[in-house]
């Protein structure tokens, strides 16, 4: 199987190789740049090859590196991957979530009666569904949390902000940037998706000194240790029902 992994910097995609990078091979690949100034580096795994792109911040840059990526090549799966916040107390600091929706959460309108998601006002979706057993095996093999992941162009920075997104999606698990715009490029070229965040901070209040980036980027890096073999199965299942 062949899957495209986006993530949003450097430091990510790192991780992410890091974890497909079999013991035996500490051998680092150099990246090559795509159209556009994307960077790209691939990992081949028996049954698995994997490219990890880094697409930039926030959903629209995503879309677009994505969008790049699956114009090149041909993929099964598409993955958007990361680090985020967590909603506390069901995603602490260094863990895992594994989305079993991507749900664009600020994509809509303000009104006085509060916040209608654009899928309400008639003008498209905000929500991308997973392979529902694709997301739950890597749930399982990686110890994650199983939830709704938000993707945001602001990230929540005060507690009433996260009090308000908790209301309105209270079985979210985390947040980010990038997930809904990998998925609309994916869809756009029937492909699946999948999101994994490793959880570097908890959402609420912006306090950079609690952040713990590395702690969450060595998660992500053990996550994708652990995801490759569900990743090689579900791939071969899927060539066969095709």
Not at 117 to 144: I, K, M, N, Q, W
Not at 149 to 157: F, K, M, P, Q, R
Not at 188 to 208: F, K, Q, Y
């Amino acid at each position: 199987m062949r899957a495209l992994i986006v993530t949003a910097v450097a430091a990510e995609a790192d991780s992410v190789a890091s974890g497909l990078t079999p013991h035996q091979d500490p051998v680092t690949p150099e990246p090559r740049t795509l159209p556009g100034g994307y960077l790209i580096t691939r990992r081949d795994l028996p049954g698995l090859a994997a490219d990890v792109l880094v697409g930039g911040v926030g959903p629209a840059a995503a879309a677009a590196a994505t969008a790049t990526a699956l114009a090149l090549a041909d993929y099964s799966l598409v993955i958007s991957a990361g680090i985020g916040g967590g909603f506390a107390p069901a995603a602490p600091l260094g863990s895992l979530v594994v989305a079993d929706a991507l749900v664009a959460a600020d994509l809509g309108a303000e009104t006085p009666e509060g916040f209608v998601p654009v899928r309400e006002l008639g003008f498209g979706r905000s929500v991308h569904l997973p392979p529902a057993d694709l997301a739950a095996r890597a749930a399982e093999a990686t110890g994650a949390l199983l939830a709704p992941v938000l993707t945001l162009s602001t990230v929540t920075g005060s507690a009433a902000r996260a009090a308000e997104l908790a209301a309105r999606h209270p079985l979210a698990g985390a947040e980010a940037m990038e997930g809904f715009g990998v998925a609309e490029a994916a869809s756009a070229h029937g492909l699946p998706v999948l999101e994994i965040r490793a959880v570097s901070n908890a959402v609420g209040p912006r306090d950079r000194a609690a952040w713990r980036i590395g702690e969450a980027l060595a998660a992500l890096a053990d996550g994708f240790r652990a995801l490759g073999p569900v990743l090689v199965t579900w791939g071969e299942r899927h060539d066969r029902d095709r």
